[in-house]
């Protein structure tokens, strides 16, 4: 199979921005380009184009001219347009796998696992709930309409790439709207990947379109620009409130998904031996580089020390490794300065008091060479640690101790996110008491299987709005009504 680079330079999509149905050059007074580091090796790979204010322009222009015709498609049209985009990406799942692998690290077998077909689940459910959304509904003699709301900026990250895209692309396009999309810098293979679907699955010119940029130009021009009606981001607590700050002379609707520290709670009666091993895994999915992972775990003081030997079991199972080989289930750290990151957030806890279960500070013995981490457990920490506050964003899990269930809850919602939460327990009655009330947007009990239909948001700095389901459509619609409608 050609590699996905060998792709993408053979196709000479490298240095464009795919716009109003094309792949146009930068027509940017400064010319900039990303390079592109594959973590693994800690080499650039590739060199992607850069744009700024004007290529916004030129975007945003085309996705303006487009809309009018896009928002009056009949829905079966839409979901036609969303049903070839998921089969082209179940089809290229190897080529996009490949992809994730070389630009932020993803264990192959990750990526092909999860990173990709969670990314085309996407795509089917805002097909999928076309069917029968009833976009105009009555109520007396007045009809209540729901319609696009208009041309959207859409910011993705890195940690995520694809998944990100087609939980924000997906739904805008079923909604009615155009988009144009920013996706991380420093991972934009995938993204140049996805556009050549778009394309290829025959998405009408405008509608759909990709400029390559920085947060601070192409980011904050999308942001303020008075012709974009909504700004989607998912990224870091900052770079959402600069986005809202942008967008707000413009009063366009800003949706934001932010960052995370997704408590744990593993209550008193829960089975252990099941409980501990998910919850790590939970919490180092993605090689800990995702908003929602449950990074503390809070467990009852007399049994932290049974949960640290479970706990340490479960990360000396982790394979940390070149993403390449099978055998890997966790690759590098995306980025040199998220890896310089988690370093420096494992010394402060070292330096904090906490206990070190397993892991350190350093790459694994046998690895010189890569951003590699070592999966780390912290235990017997404090819930004002920096470690029990702060998103570190990486293979770092803090053991939290509480003396009673109420206390759990206490420590759960000390935090300024809330993303998402974790409750175990056999007790079904107390462990639905404990998550109502949590203050955060998901609550998983006992770890049941990911669904792609419920909406997926936050509480306070982890942001505002919802994503995926119906509610991530409905995020992208307005809402008229129309009296005497039905006289």
Known sequence: MTSPLR?????????????????????????????????????PIAEVA???????????????RAFA????????DRAALLDRVHGLLLQRLELLAQALTCEMGAA???????????????????????ADYPFVTRRGSTAIMREAIGVCGLITPWNW????????????????????????????????????????????????????????????????????????????????VLVAQAAAPTVKRVAQELGGKS????????????????????????LGQSCSAPTRMLVSRSQMEEIEILAAAAASELVVGDPLAESTTHGPIANRPQFERVQTMISIGLKEGAKLVIGGPGRPDDLQIGLYARPTIFSNVRRDMRI????I???????????????????????????????????????????????????????????????????????NGREYGLEGMEEYLETKAVLGFYR
């Open 69 to 76: 015709g896009w928002s009056m498609t009949a829905p079966a």
């Open 263 to 286: 408590p744990n709670i593993i209550l008193p009666d829960a089975d252990l031996s099941r409980a501990v091993p998910l919850g790590v895994g939970a919490a180092f999915r993605n």
């Open 7 to 43: 792709h993408l330079t053979e196709a000479g999509f490298l240095g464009k921005f795919y716009i109003d149905g094309e792949w146009r050059e930068p027509i940017g007074s400064v010319a900039a380009a990303a390079t592109v580091v594959n973590p693994a090796m800690e080499q």
């Open 108 to 130: 192959i077998t990750y990526a092909r696992r999860a990173q990709v077909p969670l990314a085309a689940e996407h795509i089917r459910v805002a097909r999928d709930n076309l």
């Open 50 to 64: 850069l744009g700024d204010d004007d290529d916004v322009d030129c975007a945003i222009a085309a996705a303006r």
């Open 388 to 391: 029990a506050q702060e998103e």
């Open 161 to 240: 790439p694809l998944y990100q895209i087609t939980a924000k692309v997906g739904p805008a396009l079923a909604a009615g709207c155009t988009v144009v999309l920013k996706p991380s810098e420093l991972s934009p293979l995938s993204a140049l990947l996805f556009a050549e679907v778009m394309d290829d699955a025959g998405c009408p010119p405008g509608v759909f379109n990709l400029v390559n940029g920085t947060g601070p130009i192409v980011g904050a021009a999308l942001a303020s620009h008075p012709e974009v009606d909504m700004i989607s981001i998912t990224g870091s607590t900052r770079a959402g």
């Open 393 to 463: 964003f990486g293979p770092v899990l803090s053991i939290v101790p509480y003396d009673s269930v109420e206390e759990a809850i206490e420590i759960a919602n000390d935090t300024v996110y809330g993303l998402g939460a974790h409750v175990q327990g056999t007790d079904m009655k107390t462990v639905r008491a404990v998550a109502h009330q949590i203050r955060s947007g998901q609550v998983h009990l006992n770890h049941p299987d990911w669904d792609p239909n419920v909406p997926f948001g936050g509480y306070k700095r982890s942001g």
